[in-house]
């Protein structure tokens, strides 16, 4: 706009600046009902730079304002709806529950983070961002939601779950860690991680930056446990011991039985290690939390699929 003469005053002023354009939202781009209780959604996010897969399952009586329970997969998920549903018996275990359930697909590898930078292999997804910002006032808006949120995950997801709700203590009453490895500071700890998005192909430098750098102490739950304090908290992993569940539970692609057994041993140890320091460092502190680590569980669905009814009197206290 040109400058011009304010009228009656002979005063010469510059150009009004008009004002910055508002952040674009994100968008409920279709949706698709494989049951009248079981949605798929895209969302377009401008976070995430596309569109996201989401399912929500809906309770009985859709009529009334209800909580919402946030599930996320572990790093191996690869499917275009969530594990949780098509392994975790998720959809029969919330069917008498009064909750909105929110099940995103295609984390694979990212720990549900806001990366530092492009990464060749798994982008710059902007995680955090969705689930905190864009994802919770769609879920209210359009499926009644009261606000009150509680947040669930296994193995990356569960680390996950934990910086979420400390990094956004407002919107989660609860949080639960199946298998996952919270505290992420400390080079064993940070090790896991890395490995962990290495398997799906990531550098975990893209994600949090160098090594011991200040943005893995920025999501290290056990390095903020005051904002955990008063929250609903389920903390969970086997020891790494097989067991006969581990000989019934299906293959995954291209491997053995015995490769299958080394690599869900060998995770779920390091994550009952990384588990257990997390739950000594809570009870040091007077945090309280639910613990359970059963001398026999390995890194499996065999195991994760009957943890629903475990962790839910713990984070339905707060719904």
């Not at 996010?45 to 996320?72: E, F, H, I, Q």
């Not at 064993?188 to 750098?213: C, F, H, K, S």
Request: charged share 15%; hydrophobic share 40%; net charge neutral.
């Amino acid at each position: 706009m040109a400058a011009g003469l304010v009228a009656g005053s002979g005063v010469l002023v510059g150009p009004i600046a008009s004002a910055a354009p508002a952040p674009k939202a994100a968008t409920l781009d279709t949706v698709t009902k494989v049951t009248p209780r079981h949605l798929d959604l895209t969302i377009d996010s401008p976070a995430m730079r596309g569109k996201v897969s989401v399912s929500v399952l809906l309770p009985r009586d859709t009529s009334a304002s209800r909580s919402t329970v946030y599930m996320l997969d572990g790093a191996g998920a690869t499917g275009a709806v969530s594990d949780w549903i098509t392994k975790g018996n998720a959809v029969k275990f919330f069917e008498d529950k009064n909750v909105n359930v929110v099940l995103p697909s295609g984390g694979k590898g990212s720990f549900y983070t806001d990366w530092d930078r492009k990464d060749p292999v798994v982008g710059q997804p902007m995680w955090e961002t969705f689930l905190t910002q864009e994802l919770p006032p769609l879920i209210d808006q359009y499926y009644n939601g009261n606000g009150r949120n509680a947040i669930v995950g296994l193995s990356m997801g569960g680390q996950a779950a934990l910086a979420l709700t400390f990094r956004h203590p407002n919107l989660y009453t609860g949080a639960a860690s199946l298998s996952g490895c919270p505290p992420v500071s400390g080079l064993l700890n940070e090790a896991y991680v890395r490995a962990t998005v290495a398997r799906d192909g990531g550098d975990a430098t893209n994600m949090w930056g160098p090594i011991q750098g200040p943005n893995w102490a920025a999501h290290d739950p056990s390095l903020h446990l005051d904002k955990l304090r008063g929250k609903n908290l389920y903390i969970s992993a086997g020891s790494g011991a097989i067991g006969p569940l581990d000989f019934t539970a299906p293959l995954d692609p291209g491997m053995s039985r015995q490769q299958q057994l080394f690599a869900a041993s060998g995770l779920e140890s390091g994550a009952y290690r990384c588990s257990l320091e997390f739950a000594v460092t809570l009870r040091a502190n007077n945090v309280p939390a639910t613990e359970s680590f059963p001398l026999i569980g390995t890194h499996s669905w065999a195991y994760w699929s009957r943890d629903l009814p475990e962790l839910w009197p713990t984070i339905a206290r707060g719904l």
